[in-house]
């Protein structure tokens, strides 16, 4: 005699299965809850902590980098960067008279 398996479920079993369905269904969106939480809480620390960080580089900026030091930079940046307009302005202008001496060659 062979025993047939059965697919379906009893009166009596259908309210345990169903409770289980709801207390897994229940802890899944607890922890989804949880992990977004804590994803949230994550976030903000980081931002806080790089909030701290720009106010700190700032400070040490100001305190540790002499003004007279920053001048110095600033101005020799600006030099140089006259230099190389200058340079750009010369390349140009050449350029512009080549073309000219072309254009006339060919007519």
């Known amino acids: 005699m062979q025993i047939e398996p059965t697919w379906w479920i009893s009166a009596v079993e259908a309210p345990i299965v169903a409770a289980l369905f709801w207390m897994v ?10 992990i977004d939480r804590t994803v949230e809480r994550e976030t903000d620390a980081v931002s806080r902590t790089r909030d701290e960080l720009k106010e700190f580089k700032l400070d040490v900026a100001r305190s540790y980098v002499p003004l007279s030091l920053i ?9 140089h960067l006259l230099r190389i307009e200058e340079k750009l302005e010369e390349v140009k202008r050449a350029g512009a008279l080549r073309n000219r001496d072309r254009e006339r060659d060919e007519a």
Do not use: N
């Open 25 to 34: 269904h229940g802890l899944r969106k607890d922890m989804h809850d949880r």
């Open 71 to 79: 001048r110095d930079v600033d101005r020799r940046l600006s030099q």
